[in-house]
């Protein structure tokens, strides 16, 4: 078993390139903390970073699950239960149980994000 989450320093953390969803291209990715290593409901946290160009493939979660998008730097397109929208820094979005959602990077710069992923109650 993992040990407990208790905090990591961003900039330190190994990123592994993989493709996201289907989507276009690799991004860089870290499983921040694992659902054994948090108390509550969250099931992760994970950072990614999407270079230009690249995305988070259009896909959707079970009707008892929902995920949070944090932009931390960088801006993008978001794609989320067929409505199409910005996304910039300081950006939080919610893609709410059962919703489809995706993420492109169009713009120059990589955009980072952190994405939360919560159990709801039965």
């Known amino acids: 078993m993992r040990r407990p989450f208790d905090r990591c320093n961003l900039g330190q953390l190994p990123l592994e390139r993989v493709r996201a969803h289907g989507g276009d291209g690799t ?4 499983r921040v903390a694992a659902r054994e ?3 509550g409901a ?4 994970d950072l990614a970073e999407l ?4 995305s ?16 931390l730097s960088g801006s993008g397109r978001m794609e ?3 409505e199409s929208f910005r996304v910039n820094a300081g950006d939080l979005i919610r893609n709410g149980p059962g ?19 919560a159990k709801l109650p039965r």
């Open 27 to 30: 991004i860089a990715f870290c």
């Open 37 to 39: 290593q948090l108390s």
């Open 42 to 45: 969250l099931n992760f946290i």
């Open 51 to 54: 270079p230009p160009g690249a």
């Open 56 to 71: 988070i493939g259009r896909h959707q979660h079970a009707d008892d699950e929902e995920e949070f998008y944090l932009v």
């Open 80 to 82: 989320r239960d067929g």
């Open 99 to 117: 919703g489809a959602h995706g993420l492109v990077n169009d713009g120059a710069e990589p955009l980072r994000l952190f994405v939360f992923e």
